[in-house]
């Protein structure tokens, strides 16, 4: 695994790194080699960082994000229900983490209770303060981006950071998209909007 220059003033995000994106409802190709490599690099790199935070999708009544035909674009099968183990996180986290990968955790944020919530900025912890509010009183300064799925929730997440007056970066290496394209044209408009994607290395 490639390693990273970490600005220690940086918080890392750990996106949708859940259930249903692995190996349930929607699964995304290679998800549980993503899922273990975010927990070993997370186990090597949380102290680091100033935060490390993850997000959940956590629909309960997301309307036209989910449908029963979907086109895997704007549109998705049933996925993360609020409270179901889909919306869990994934197991291959502890593995890759070598132990229980919340404890390297300082903050989760649940996401898209009634929307389609792409972005972790969506988020609310379990006392509702949002992700931005989060991060501004941790003194954070940067973000590292990473999880699941590039295509979707990590690219949204980036470019609601940028927007933010947030550097940040994408490391590919550790997410996975939804589909080549989809990953290729977020990734375009994370890099148009300033952000930084950083590709994975060549095998
Ligand atoms: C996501 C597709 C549908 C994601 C969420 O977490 O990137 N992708 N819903």
Same mark, same amino acid.
């Given at each position: 695994?490639?390693?990273?220059?970490? !600005?220690? @003033? #940086? /918080?890392?995000?750990?996106?949708?790194?859940?259930?249903?994106?692995?190996? =349930?409802?929607?699964?995304?190709? %290679?998800?549980?080699?993503?899922?273990?490599?975010?927990?070993?690099?997370?186990?090597?790199?949380?102290?680091?960082?100033?935060?490390?935070?993850?997000?959940?999708?956590?629909?309960?009544?997301?309307?036209?994000?989910?449908?029963?035909?979907?086109?895997?674009?704007?549109?998705?099968?049933?996925?993360?229900?609020?409270?179901?183990?889909?919306?869990?996180?994934?197991?291959?986290?502890?593995?890759?983490?070598?132990? !229980?990968? @919340? #404890? /390297?955790?300082?903050?989760?944020?649940?996401?898209?209770?009634?929307?389609? =919530?792409?972005?972790?900025?969506? %988020?609310?912890?379990?006392?509702?303060?949002?992700?931005?509010?989060?991060?501004?009183?941790?003194?954070?300064?940067?973000?590292?981006?990473?999880?699941?799925?590039?295509?979707?929730?990590?690219?949204?997440?980036?470019?609601?950071?940028?927007?933010?007056?947030?550097?940040?970066?994408?490391?590919?290496?550790?997410?996975?998209?939804?589909?080549?394209?989809?990953?290729?044209?977020?990734?375009?408009?994370?890099?148009?909007?300033?952000?930084?994607?950083?590709?994975?290395?060549?095998?």
């Amino acid at each position: 695994m490639t390693t990273y220059d970490i !600005d220690p @003033t #940086s /918080a890392l995000i750990v996106v949708d790194v859940q259930n249903d994106f692995v190996d =349930g409802s929607l699964p995304v190709s %290679g998800g549980a080699e993503c899922a273990r490599a975010v927990g070993e690099y997370v186990a090597r790199t949380a102290d680091s960082y100033q935060l490390v935070v993850t997000t959940q999708d956590w629909h309960v009544d997301p309307g036209h994000h989910f449908s029963d035909e979907p086109d895997f674009e704007d549109t998705f099968p049933p996925h993360c229900r609020a409270g179901t183990e889909g919306a869990e996180l994934h197991p291959a986290l502890d593995e890759g983490f070598g132990g !229980d990968f @919340t #404890s /390297a955790v300082d903050a989760a944020v649940r996401k898209g209770q009634d929307n389609s =919530g792409y972005s972790g900025f969506q %988020g609310v912890d379990a006392s509702g303060r949002d992700l931005d509010s989060i991060l501004r009183a941790h003194g954070v300064a940067a973000l590292d981006v990473i999880g699941i799925a590039s295509s979707h929730c990590v690219a949204a997440t980036a470019l609601d950071g940028l927007e933010r007056g947030y550097p940040v970066r994408v490391m590919l290496e550790l997410s996975v998209g939804v589909s080549e394209a989809g990953e290729s044209e977020a990734m375009t408009r994370v890099r148009d909007a300033g952000g930084i994607v950083i590709e994975r290395p060549a095998t």
